[in-house]
């Protein structure tokens, strides 16, 4: 007789401060009549694979607005945790504690799903965690492709003149001849094995990091109202294409 074994507990985590100051309040400031934070919370609970999802804040007004878009926020984070200069790290190892405390036994896989990123899709969310169990990575991380700024192209000025900053650009290169092919995270995902995260005290960065490829119209990250207009436009356009292929 043959067992089937358990699915691995994954905990899916947001962390959703109140005290932006880049755009204030930008984490519930609406986007098309809804709050940002909730566009990651709808693609979240698409996930066939994550076991619990929770919000973590520590402001009442986002906690509410979280859990009136179906996510749990079941407690708030100290404010230790929230200020201008507090990690990712931290807060994600306190909401980690505390869920694991209140039921008891722990997770296997832990899951950052940024609220800055409202292009992310579920499809990106369980692609990631995938990858993570089918590898054994440390961790996988959402990155996309640097283009325009791609690292050749980036200068510095020295005495009032342009220079390479770390590596020499090629005379007359076009952008696609540029190579290698350079990459950022693009601030979207973060999926990381619990003892990467809880033991090894990391969060990303280590030899064993896989990659989940992102394409440039997902890689949106809301750090300004330019970035509030960009997504805009691009979810409308998203919007607009279900439309015509349903």
Known sequence: MTTTPKPPRI?????????????PRKNIRPILGLPLLAY????AKKSSLITHYVVS????????????HGAQAPFLRPAHLATDTANSRDPMQHAVTWMETREGQPYDYIIELMATNPMK???????CLEKLIATGAD?????????????MRIKKIIDDRICDFCIPEPPNARRQDLTP???IRSGAIYAMRRDHLMIENCRYGSANSRPWYLSPEKAVNVDSMADFLLAEILIKQRQEDAGCAS
């Not at 905990?11 to 755009?23: D, I, P, Q, W």
């Not at 804040?57 to 009136?68: G, K, L, M, W």
């Open 57 to 68: 804040t520590d402001d009442e007004e986002i906690q509410r607005v979280a859990i009136a």
């Open 11 to 23: 905990l899916g985590m947001t962390l959703a401060r109140g005290g932006s100051k880049s755009v």
């Open 121 to 127: 899709t579920v499809e990106d969310i369980d692609g």
């Open 139 to 151: 961790s996988v991380i959402a990155v996309h492709e640097l283009q325009d700024h791609h690292p």
């Open 40 to 43: 990651t919370i709808r693609e």
């Open 181 to 183: 092919k350079a990459y």
